[in-house]
């Protein structure tokens, strides 16, 4: 008798649906809970489970073995423990963020605020706070559909912690400063140029040099750390000349401007605010035989928030307080490693 072949394939059996925690991992076993995130949170902002227990009001047992679990649920260790507390390991940085994010989450969904104009926490450089504030509040709450700002100006690192935390529901900064973090979309802004700047009273630089001739003057650089003062590096090495080492180095470049008066140095500030200064007759700009490459400004948010329009609303915003054409950005999506 020859073997019966169904015509058809069986319907496959339905597989039960996979449980997620609350980071959306699949879970078959435990999951985590809002006391695990809570533990996790609490735990990386005081720094040891002791100081976290009484910040927070909470047993101490109870909340060191809430952290063991969501650990062992996780399958890592989050922090380094010691006698001096517990600092988060650096694979374990974008978890916590992301634990963090979540837990502000939860708790937005149990006290909406939907009366009024839509409330964002805007964190920016240096160099953008100057560009676009304070005016751009005015601008963005006076739109047709109006944002309420808060400004908070940060170094780019905290900035993307705080970003991936959820302390801040967007971020204008430098493109090299967040081109290799994770989980970010851009939206690309403006250009900016950098731009060498002397006191105005300085009567041994001209107006126009060779960059080999400035670079004999005295400068006050800011960290190296900063991507402007790599930025400044990078042009004299191609031009194969060797770096200046700064007389003295800054921080940022408010501190340059304020040590310029009277002195004979050359400094590096954003061309916005030399600009202004230079008006001010404080301050004046050198043009040399190479200048420093455009800075790209973008407006980053995590990748969760590419549905939610005021992301795109503020991009336009900006734009529009900058009086740039009104477009679509260019936007690069950075997915987290997997």
Known sequence: MLPYWPSERPAPVDAPAADHDLLGRRQGGPRLSRGHLEAIVWVSEA????????????????????????????????????????????????????????????????????????????????????????????????????????????SSSELFEDLLRGKLDVVIGQLTDFANQEGLVSLHLYEEVTVFVVDANNQNIKSSVDLVDLLEQPFILPAYTTSTRRAFERLVL???????????????????????????????????????????????????????????????????????????????????HMGLPIERGLRSKKSSRR
């Open 47 to 154: 720094r040891s489970i002791h100081s976290a227990a009484q910040r927070f009001n909470e047993h101490q047992p109870l909340l060191s073995k809430r952290l063991a679990e969501a650990e062992q649920i996780l399958g890592m260790e989050l922090f380094v423990r010691s006698r001096a507390g517990c600092t988060p390991r650096p694979e374990a940085k974008n978890i916590i963020g992301r634990a963090a994010r979540i837990l502000r989450e939860l708790q937005g969904l149990e006290m909406p605020d939907d009366s009024g104009p839509k409330r964002i926490r805007l964190g920016c450089i240096p160099r953008v706070m100057h560009t676009l504030f304070p005016t751009f509040i005015q601008t963005a709450a006076q739109a047709k559909d109006p944002i309420h700002l808060q400004a908070i100006e940060l």
């Open 238 to 320: 191609n031009e194969q000349l060797v770096p200046p080492i700064p007389v003295i180095e800054t921080k940022s470049f408010e501190s340059s401007l304020a040590l310029l008066p009277g002195s004979p140095c050359v400094t590096l500030v954003p061309e916005p605010v030399a600009l202004r200064y230079e008006a001010m007759g404080q301050i004046r700009r050198v043009k040399t035989s190479r200048q420093l490459e455009p800075v790209g400004i973008c407006l980053f948010y995590r990748f969760d928030q590419t549905l939610d329009p005021v992301m795109r609303q503020l991009e336009q915003l900006v734009r529009q």
